[in-house]
């Protein structure tokens, strides 16, 4: 289990911030135990460190209004979206303020002939795409929960749908932000490029609350397509599941997703969904482009599959059954947690290059049996990245243990294979120790960024670096 740290806490500088807060925010300043252990990590296997306070401001004023006050006394401002990360990212080491940011959920423009968009940080991906439906646009970052775009953008998320549309750092046109001392700054414009500066935009995504709090998120959107085809496809192992992504890539197939499931991740997913899946590795497929494009990407798909060794391939348009396969694998954490009554489920996550895809899938499977775990797998196979979960019987010390031993497995082999210990979780508190293992002196240089843009380390303190007071 992630042993978290306690930083040493500013006991009258939380007191005064409190006292001045309730002036401003009244009953949107909450302070009972529920609301702030709500706003601390509870996702995963990770302590639960809760602030003292829980903000909800409406607009990015009031935002810098309150970090100025934390600024000035010394406290520590933890952004919150959904609660939906994996890595502790929500977490108060040192107490301090969560700034609850769902009521900012206004969507302030669409802009269809650009295709792009201006929301706040508490629109969620769901609520954008019921906005822009009738509009015949949707945005396609799809990191399954239903997320909201500030913490998508924080933890420069990704998801099923990454291999063609990319993650949130290629889908975040500009941002507005407040920074450690309350100023507003706003990182670029609506154009689709620019060699104005330095890539501030860049930089806030995926920065994870420690340099400033997203306030406002110009987005890409994308031409909701004509057509759509979903597809499925078994394998005998994980190593012709690969070979078989491998070669849609290679062959330049333009898929929209390429999910990769192993066969206990088949078995849960037929046990929660009632479905009737053969119980072999499998891949799932979905394809976007005109009625004719679509049907031959499925075709060609077919053909390259069944050279691996593919079976049971079939193809659809109908939008229920692309839709039933889809929300079966959206499902996937809850039937991972019904496959084992009473387990808790701890999700790590590894991305790696994909033509080393199939024998880190395979160790891992192989690691997990040694250790006596029961570890489904599912992955975005499309860029590399996969996710293995743990089913853990937290009463059982020895499967604890072993279950930390694999996470910390999994991002050792992922980092030596020339891959990154988290393609898409990030790093929070969880996969500190292998940051600087992956980059070396690169670290160096993001926390000289970090400590010149908040010196007094009052942004989400304790994450992605190893804490400090």
């Not at 500030?150 to 420069?156: I, K, Q």
């Not at 679509?294 to 348009?317: P, R, S």
């Not at 839709?323 to 590894?350: E, F």
């Not at 996710?387 to 279950?403: F, K, Y």
């Amino acid at each position: 289990m992630v042993q978290v740290t306690t930083l040493p806490r500013n006991e009258t500088g939380i007191r005064t911030v409190i006292d001045v807060l309730k002036q401003q925010f009244g009953e949107r300043l909450q302070t009972g135990r529920a609301v702030r252990e709500q706003h601390g990590h509870t996702t995963t296997w990770i302590e639960n460190q809760a602030p003292d306070a829980v903000v909800f401001p409406t607009s990015t004023q009031e935002v810098s209004d309150l970090v100025k006050v934390c600024a000035t006394h010394d406290v520590p401002v933890i952004p919150y979206g959904t609660g939906t990360s994996l890595e502790g990212h929500v977490n108060a080491p040192a107490g301090g303020i969560s700034i609850d940011l769902s009521q900012m959920n206004r969507v302030i423009e669409v802009n269809p002939g650009d295709l792009d968009c201006r929301v706040q940080p508490g629109v969620t991906r769901e609520d954008l795409n019921t906005h822009l439906r009738d509009q015949g646009l949707f945005f396609p970052i799809d990191p399954g929960a239903n997320a909201s775009l500030g913490g998508m953008a924080s933890t420069r998320a990704s998801g099923t749908n990454a291999v063609r549309y990319g993650t949130m750092k290629d889908n975040v046109l500009s941002l507005e932000a407040v920074m450690a001392d309350g100023r507003i700054i706003r990182t670029g414009t609506r154009a689709r490029k620019s060699s104005a500066g330095y890539d501030l935009t860049r930089l806030l995504v995926g920065s994870e609350g420690t340099l400033g709090v997203i306030t406002e998120i110009t987005l890409r959107l994308q031409g909701i397509p004509e057509a759509m085809s979903a597809a499925r496809c078994s394998f005998p192992s994980v190593d012709e599941a690969c070979q078989a992504v491998t070669s849609v890539i290679q062959y330049g197939v333009p898929v929209a997703r390429i999910e990769l499931l192993d066969t206990t991740m088949v078995k849960a997913i037929n046990g929660y969904s009632k479905l009737n899946l053969p119980e072999t590795p499998l891949l799932l497929l979905e394809f976007h482009g005109t009625e004719n494009s679509v049907t031959e990407q499925a075709e060609i798909f077919g053909a390259l599959a069944g050279e691996v060794g593919g079976h049971g391939f079939e193809a659809t348009t109908s939008t229920e059954e692309r839709n039933r396969l889809w929300k079966a694998r959206h499902d996937a954490y809850w039937a991972m947690l019904q496959y084992r009554p009473g387990a808790k489920g701890v999700a790590t996550d590894a991305c790696v290059p994909i033509s080393r895809l199939a024998e880190c899938v395979t160790a891992a499977q192989l690691k997990a049996d040694e250790l006596g775990l029961i570890a489904p797998i599912v992955g975005h196979a499309g860029d590399g990245n996969f996710h293995v979960t743990p089913l853990v019987d937290m009463d059982n010390p020895q499967e604890v243990e072993n279950a930390d031993i694999f996470a910390s497995w999994l991002s050792e082999l992922a980092i030596s294979v020339g891959g990154t210990c988290t393609g898409e979780h990030g790093i929070g508190q969880g996969k500190q120790a292998y940051l600087e293992k992956e980059l070396g002196e690169a670290t160096v240089i993001m926390s000289a960024i970090k400590a010149a843009l908040d010196p007094a380390n009052i942004m989400n303190p304790g994450k992605i670096f190893p804490a400090r007071p």
